[in-house]
């Protein structure tokens, strides 16, 4: 049985929403997922709900980026003169940028 949990709210949450998404699509919600610090289910409440998503500069999401950031240059190295570039991979970078950019913003 699968354990009952509250929202910020005190109400339960108890549906159950399911939808299929492509391994290139699921790749890219879990990339977001991930550096945004959240959970995969309160990400996708946030943005269904088009809720603002802060992320909190702390030491698990400078690793994600680190980590990240060493994909994205693990990719960026096999392409030849910027071409084949995926709209996934222009999408994780543009979100790293925003990220780090932000975080830069909030340190000064």
């Known amino acids: 049985m699968t354990k009952k949990n509250l929202d910020n709210h005190n109400r339960w949450r108890n549906r159950q929403v399911a939808f299929r998404l492509s391994p290139e ?3 890219l919600l879990d990339t977001k997922v991930r550096l945004s ?4 289910q309160d990400y996708i409440i946030k943005r269904l709900l088009e809720q603002k998503i802060v992320v909190v500069g702390n030491p698990r999401i400078y690793r994600m980026l680190k980590y990240e950031l060493k994909d994205v240059l693990d990719q960026l190295r096999r392409i030849e003169a910027g071409q084949n570039l995926s709209a996934e ?9 925003e990220i780090l950019n932000r975080m830069k913003g909030s340190g000064d």
């Open 25 to 27: 699509e699921a790749d």
């Open 37 to 40: 610090g959240l959970t995969k």
């Open 89 to 97: 991979l222009l999408e994780t970078i543009q979100l790293i940028a």
